[in-house]
């Protein structure tokens, strides 16, 4: 039997996003042990992680003057708590950087970007962050752009991405920055395949076929990213990984629909108001979603596996979402719990090599193939 804590342990453990930074813009320091959100530099390091990509988040409803310098600042704001902390973590631009990094004991941090909104339009700031050391873009989120569809959009007003699309695709192959098709619709992704001269990757997304939510990806999605020579990233947020706990959630919201967009309105610019007033309804769906056991460990490697079965072990990481989402499956709630992940696939039976392959092998071949 595989002693799973030392194969965690001596594995390169790569999270392909987390939304941290979004805390970071409100004072939070990274080096200090937190009871809430879900990492820290105490709880990576009890999770065994490696390489923890940091997505630099934007709402599509961003005004377009406002994009590129809020991106900036969350730059900014990372390399503060890198700088602060530079014994224990330090940027990576190549995947060599990366290993460099970690094997002097620190973690590899990578920047990215999630949503293209980011570059407003305007090609020339794709070169822009890519300079800062945005080594991933997103392209789209739970909105279309301008240029890319979502998987949330039921009213398509082009076929996946416009020419500028395709431009932003074809500019990011040569710059050397991964394409993120994760939000993307399925015509996005098909468009993206089609032109993509670099694998790409599907940073925090989950399996349709097991979770039939529109951000997760079908058989046929999957086998194009093996194709490509990419990697998906295992998301953990619930409502992706079960479709009968995103039901509950979809009821539950649904019900209090009304009251939280009439309390949103009414407190437009007191977030203490707004969470007081809100804190009881959360309190209750959340109290009646975690009444629905068997969202664990296991739901997350039964992705895994699906994947695995389809098209091999070379194509699936790991994308928890951290700090991004509110629920996450049991013996998952924050990023200490990662050596889970690997007790559950030694469990199964898998070889070691698949193992160290699911937990950060795979993101790096596309690391060093599609940046160096
Ligand atoms: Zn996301």
């Known amino acids: 039997m595989i ?29 200090k042990r937190d009871s809430t959100g879900h990492m820290d530099l105490p709880r990576i390091k009890d999770g065994g992680i490696n390489l923890q990509v940091f997505a630099c988040w934007l709402s599509t409803q961003t005004p377009i003057e406002e994009c590129r310098p809020r991106v900036d600042l969350m730059i900014d704001s990372l390399e503060a708590q890198v700088s602060r902390n530079s014994d224990q973590m330090a940027i990576c631009l190549t995947a060599d950087d990366a290993i460099k990094i970690i094997s002097s004991g620190r973690l590899a ?63 990011m192959n040569e710059l050397g920055m991964i394409i993120d098709i994760s939000h993307a619709s399925v015509s996005a992704v098909d468009e993206v395949l089609k032109l993509t001269t670099a694998p790409v990757i599907a940073s925090h997304s989950c399996v349709y076929e097991l979770a039939d939510h529109n951000r997760n990806l079908t058989d046929e999605q999957i086998k194009a990213v093996a194709d490509n020579g990419g990697v998906i990233g295992i998301n953990f947020y619930n409502g992706y990984l079960s479709s009968q706990w995103s039901d509950l959630s979809d009821s539950l919201f649904g019900t209090y629909r009304g009251l939280i967009d009439s309390i949103r309105t009414e407190y437009p610019d007191d977030r203490k108001k707004r969470r007081e007033e809100l804190g009881p309804m959360f309190d209750d769906i959340e109290k009646k979603l975690s009444k629905l056991a068997g969202v664990n460990v ?75």
Request: proline fraction near 1%; include cysteine.
């Open 3 to 31: 002693d799973y804590r030392k194969l965690h342990k001596d594995a390169l453990v790569a999270d392909m996003h987390s939304d941290t930074v979004l805390r970071m813009l409100n004072g939070f320091d990274i080096a």
């Open 109 to 171: 941090t990578f920047i990215g970007i999630e949503n293209g909104v980011a570059i407003a339009n305007d090609i020339s700031n794709l070169e822009h962050f890519y300079n800062r050391g945005v080594r991933y873009m997103t392209l789209t989120h739970t909105a279309s752009s301008d240029w890319c569809i979502s998987s949330a959009d039921t009213a398509e007003a082009f076929y996946g991405l416009t020419d500028f699309g395709r431009e932003v695709v074809r500019k």
């Open 298 to 372: 296991a739901t997350v490697v039964n992705h895994i596996d699906h994947i695995v079965n389809l098209v091999g072990a070379d194509y699936v990481g790991l994308g928890s979402d951290f700090d991004g989402v509110f629920a996450l499956p049991d013996g998952l709630k924050d990023c200490s719990m990662m050596p889970n992940v690997t007790q559950e696939l030694v469990r199964r039976g898998y070889s070691e090599d698949d193992i160290i392959k699911i937990l950060g092998g795979n993101f790096m071949r596309v690391f060093n193939k599609a940046c160096n």
